[in-house]
């Protein structure tokens, strides 16, 4: 492996709902997730994430992981109906209190908390009040920004806003996969509207209360088109202006691209909110998408195919690692000077990790998989790309949404429902990595 530049973040990532459970615990409120995975049908296994890994009794073990890894950085996320059960008005301190540990072990070992403050777990009295379709969620959302900012700014490094915003609006209310479950398709538009207002407005909140650097984390896929005609093409470029422009086009002072959406719900102003500056760009990315034409009674402007020639996770995703190169480029090439610099809060994959009959859990493919995403990384970097870190996702095996437990993209496993935690091999791979990647000894 090549080396990395002095200083780049070495990092791994979770989030609140898929690893905390606790979800009853020391006052905690009800969340969309709570409510979704109680619905029967919308969870492969039936499970919830009421237990997930009890990562919030166990975050003490989680953090010695984390520091015998080597990482720079950690990257989790607070879950918003724990400090506010009813998502606004009533603080729950020892809610606030949970991240006030977590924070202070991982200073203690080195370990720089990284925050996002919403990864999709909506408090349930928000979303009864509208959720994201509603332009009061932004203000809740800033106003809770506030707060946990009040209480962590001095000691998280970095603020993620939001998580993947395009994934939320799509899966939570475009076709119903993820919570809420709704099935708006593309009248889902105000839910990309409201989030970016809430990030715009949360970006304010906490350049009054810390002095650390906010960045968003949201997720790209390189578009492949499927074919040569003109119609495959047009297809291409509505579905690269769907899934990778129309958050970064309108954050990066672009305003929104042409998508043929009804957007009444943009005020007088909302763009200059968004597009506060960003000192860092999260960018999760996991695989490219092939696009050809739709057929002539879709519903959608294009049609998504499976791309040949690739490795496949368990989830069935293609190991692409050359669309990550592809991706960064495309990033530059077309955000130019207003690109701020990047950091990959997103890379992993998914296998079917299971003990031996020794205990000891062997993963080459994700080794592969890291090792040819860090190569990846670094020819963008050599292409003139400004990347300053990568977070592995993720650091347990945890609750993958509407997959429950069936999906594993730990670099630890995890025994449910006991909780006992193995490293597998390529924890012991990227502690490896991590120790000899840069001219400068990390630790
Ligand atoms: C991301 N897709 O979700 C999330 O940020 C994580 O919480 C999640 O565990 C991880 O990726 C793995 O899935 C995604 O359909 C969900 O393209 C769906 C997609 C992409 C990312």
Known sequence: MPEFPTGFRWGVSTSAYQIEGAADTDGRGPSIWDTFAATPGRIADGSSGAVACDHYHRYAEDTALMAGLGVTAYRFSVSWPRVLPTGAGAVNASGLDFYDRLVDGLLANGIDPVATLFHWDLPQPIEDAGGWLNRDTAYRFAEYADLVAAHLGDRVKLWITLNEPFIHMSLGYGTGEHAPGRTLLFDSFPVAHHQLLGHGLAVGALRARSGSPVAIANNYSPVRPMGDSPADHAAAAAYEALHNRLFTDPLLGRGYPELGFDQDVVRDGDLDVIAAPLDVLGVNYYNPTGV???????????????????????????????????????LRDRYGPDLPPIQITESGCAYDDEPDAQGRVSDPDRIAYLDGHLRAVHAAIADGVDVTGYFVWSLLDNWEWAEGFTKRFGLVHVDFPTGRRTPKSSYAWLREMIATAGPDPLR
């Open 292 to 330: 050809r034409a739709p057929e002539a009674d879709s519903p959608l402007p294009f049609a998504l195919v499976p791309l040949e020639g690739y490795p496949r996770t368990a989830f069935d995703w293609p190991v692409a690692p050359d669309g990550l190169r592809e991706l960064l480029g495309w």
